[in-house]
């Protein structure tokens, strides 16, 4: 891939943000500071106005002074004019945003996918959905260790941008990047949304782990045993296992499942802790996308023959289906077993 240097010219000037949460209204101002032209379409009225005649976001990402090149609507039609689009519907309300869009998007438009997670019934990545109702959208994926609160800060970040076609995924990384901002190039879509959904996941099963004061060795456990298990989901779907062990892969599990910044951390922190469930979730506006992806998560796994226990458990305790102790109790008792799979898949 030819090399880019952040801030260098781009066909890519006018970008539109699909989500106003923590995260499009993050990397709204972040492709501000890239020099991009930024329209942010948000789903609440009282978001868009907030935005437009205060400059910030309250809601979603508190205490920040947003960039006011930043323009907000409430109107679909809007994003039309935009190069290249960012996503950031969360993951179950992807498909019904998308839809709202689609009469607007000229075909060939770029999508880029920021979400993280599977859409529940159905067991689709994102780039499936956004495929079935955009079907003339260029698809591609930017994920990667990013508390939205630090990106809006322009605290130092990596990222992986995958995108099947090199030169756009070239074009998307001069759009998008900036000095604090640094955008790594991949064609690995699959591997890159399996390590976003399953990192949510797992970060639950270390909250919990948390929340019980099981101690620094056991959370260490649940991080590797459970990347063992995102591994052996990415490959067995098809993504490559140097792209399931960088920025989008590992990268993000560190991030996610050691630090409280972490909704689905914290949600799992809350459990561990002896909280209900709709409790939590009852107490927050944000998504915690783990929740949501865990059935998910397992049933592609049941349908590849892949072994992911820990997802399992988390799976089972958020549907209330078994006791957070229980749960534990079941990974504590599982056999021994060989460390890695044997012979090693290739
Ligand atoms: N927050 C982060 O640090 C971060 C970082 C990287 C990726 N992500 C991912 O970005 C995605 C969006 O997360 P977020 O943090 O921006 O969200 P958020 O939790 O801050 O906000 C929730 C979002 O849901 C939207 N929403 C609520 N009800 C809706 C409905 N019925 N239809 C459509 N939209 C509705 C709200 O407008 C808001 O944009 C998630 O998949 C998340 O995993 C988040
Ligand atoms: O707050 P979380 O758990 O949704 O994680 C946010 C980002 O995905 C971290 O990369």
């Known amino acids: 891939m030819a090399t880019n240097t952040p801030g260098e010219a781009t066909r890519l000037q006018h970008i539109g943000v699909i989500g106003g949460g923590a995260w499009g209204t993050a990397l709204a101002q972040s492709a501000c500071r890239a020099g991009r032209k930024v329209t942010l379409w948000a789903y ?5 106005a907030e935005i437009n005649d205060h400059r910030t976001n309250r809601v979603y ?4 002074a947003l960039d006011p090149g930043i323009r907000a609507t409430a ?9 290249a689009l960012l996503f950031v519907a969360p993951s179950q309300f992807s498909r019904a945003v998308a839809s709202e869009i689609a009469p607007h998007l000229p075909s060939g438009t770029p999508v880029v996918i920021c979400t993280k997670g599977v859409e529940q019934g159905t067991n689709a990545f994102m780039s499936e959905v956004v495929h079935e109702v955009l079907p003339g959208a ?4 930017l994920s990667g260790p990013s508390f939205a609160g630090e990106v809006a800060r322009s605290l130092p970040t990596a990222l992986t941008l995958a995108c099947p076609d090199e030169a756009l995924g070239a074009e998307l990384t001069a759009a998008l990047a900036h000095r604090t901002f640094r955008v790594y190039w991949t064609d690995d879509v699959t591997a890159a949304q399996v390590g976003g959904a399953v990192k949510n996941v797992l970060a639950i099963a270390a909250g919990i782990v948390e929340g019980r004061k099981f101690g620094a060795n056991a959370h260490a456990a649940m991080v590797t045993r459970g990347f063992a298990e995102l591994v052996r989901l990415g490959r067995a779907l098809g993504g490559r296992f140097e792209t399931l062990t960088g920025l989008s892969g590992l990268g993000d599990l560190i991030l996610t499942a050691s630090s409280v910044q972490s909704r689905n951390m914290s949600l799992g922190l ?3 802790q002896g909280r209900l469930l709709s409790e939590i979730l009852g107490q927050r506006k944000s998504v915690s996308e783990g929740v949501h992806s865990a059935g998910a998560v397992v049933a592609l796994a049941a349908k590849h023959g892949v072994e992911m226990p820990i997802c399992e458990a988390v799976h089972s305790v958020v549907k209330g289906e078994t ?3 229980d749960a534990i109790d079941a990974l504590l008792s599982r056999p021994l077993r060989a460390e890695v799979d044997f012979p090693p898949a290739q």
Do not use: M, Q, Y
């Open 44 to 48: 609440e009225f009282e978001t868009v």
């Open 61 to 64: 990402l508190p205490g920040v």
């Open 75 to 83: 109107k679909a039609k809007d994003i039309a004019a935009a190069d």
């Open 138 to 141: 260029k698809i591609a994926v």
């Open 270 to 272: 809350a459990l561990g």
């Open 323 to 325: 006791s957070v102790d």
